[in-house]
Structure formats: structure tokens, C-alpha cells
Nanobody, 120 residues
Framework: QVQLVESGGGLVHPGGSLRLSCTAS????????MGWYRQAPGKQRELVAT????????????VKGRFTISRGNAENTGNLQTVFLQMNNLKVEDTAVYYC?????????WGKGTLVTVSS
């Protein structure tokens, strides 16, 4: 099993920035990709950005040029794996619950989500 914990959400004005973090723990061996998805009120969950172990990235068109995904290993905790989402120039339409996802070959895991609210 893999446990995912997101952090970094909050309230920000349009044009502002936030950095989301997601740390994986448990049986992280075999994770081949991690990413971020979001779900706005009344809408379906959608892909925001993903990154493979080989650093291949995929972004939703709506966030290209504004959001950056990165991955890293937490220092001094060799069994943890973290994915970040740097969000710049946030727009009202970016308001959503952001979920972290970790993919293994035959399974995937989701975090509980962190709320991002963009409002003036």
C-alpha cells in the first residue's frame, strides 16, 4: 500500500502563487509516475500534471506555462517520495480540490486532496 499526503493548499488572490507538496510513504517501490489532478465543484476530476520516473511530464493545456511539476526524495528519509506542483499566475478557474496520485504498474493510489481557492 502507498499512502499519499498533500499539503500547501489555501486561499490566494488571482495572479498569486501556491506550491503544493505530496509525500508518498509505505510501499513506494514500484511507483512509476506521480501527478496532480483536480476537481472543481460540479465538475469531473481532471488531470493537471504528471511526471514519470524518467522525468517525462504531461500538463493540461489550461495550466501550461503557469504550473510546474517536479519530484524529489525527501532528505534523510530514503523511503519517501515527494511530488510538488508550483502554481503561478493563479486564476479563479483554478479553484478546486487538488489530488495527488501515484501510479504503479497495476494499481494507483490517491491522496485525500487539498483545497485551493483563488478569489479576490
Amino acid at each position: 500500500q502507498v499512502q499519499l499526503v498533500e499539503s500547501g493548499g489555501g486561499l490566494v488572490h488571482p495572479g498569486g502563487s501556491l506550491r503544493l507538496s505530496c509525500t508518498a510513504s509505505g510501499t513506494i517501490f514500484g511507483i512509476i509516475a506521480m501527478g496532480w489532478y483536480r476537481q472543481a465543484p460540479g465538475k469531473q476530476r481532471e488531470l493537471v500534471a504528471t511526471m514519470t520516473n524518467g522525468s517525462r511530464t504531461n500538463y493540461a493545456d489550461s495550466v501550461k506555462g503557469r504550473f510546474t511539476i517536479s519530484r524529489g526524495n525527501a532528505e534523510n528519509t530514503g523511503n519517501l517520495q515527494t511530488v510538488f506542483l508550483q502554481m503561478n499566475n493563479l486564476k479563479v478557474e483554478d479553484t478546486a480540490v487538488y489530488y495527488c496520485k501515484a501510479d504503479r504498474l497495476f494499481s494507483d493510489y490517491w491522496g485525500k486532496g487539498t483545497l485551493v481557492t483563488v478569489s479576490s
